[in-house]
């Protein structure tokens, strides 16, 4: 029977995590509404200056001066 009790505590304070998480997320967005600061938008690939920064590839310059 303390098992039973034990396992709604528990969801009840998952609940309230979630409830938390959520009203701290809202608090964002309304001080970036307030404040006018915009989110960027990641697309999850890397950029060329990422590439470039990494070391994977040449910057674009270097590899036309190669090619001429």
Do not use: C, N, W
């Not at 034990?6 to 404040?35: H, Y």
């Not at 590439?51 to 001429?68: F, H, K, N, S």
Request: hydrophobic letters at 30%.
């Amino acid at each position: 029977m303390a098992r039973a009790s034990r396992m709604s505590v528990l969801k009840r304070k998952r609940e309230s995590e979630k409830a938390e998480k959520a009203a701290r997320k809202r608090e964002i967005r309304a001080q970036e509404k307030e404040f006018g600061k915009e989110k960027e938008v990641h697309s999850g690939e890397a950029s060329q200056e990422d590439l470039e920064a990494y070391g994977m590839v040449q910057p674009l310059d270097e590899e036309e001066e190669e090619t001429d």
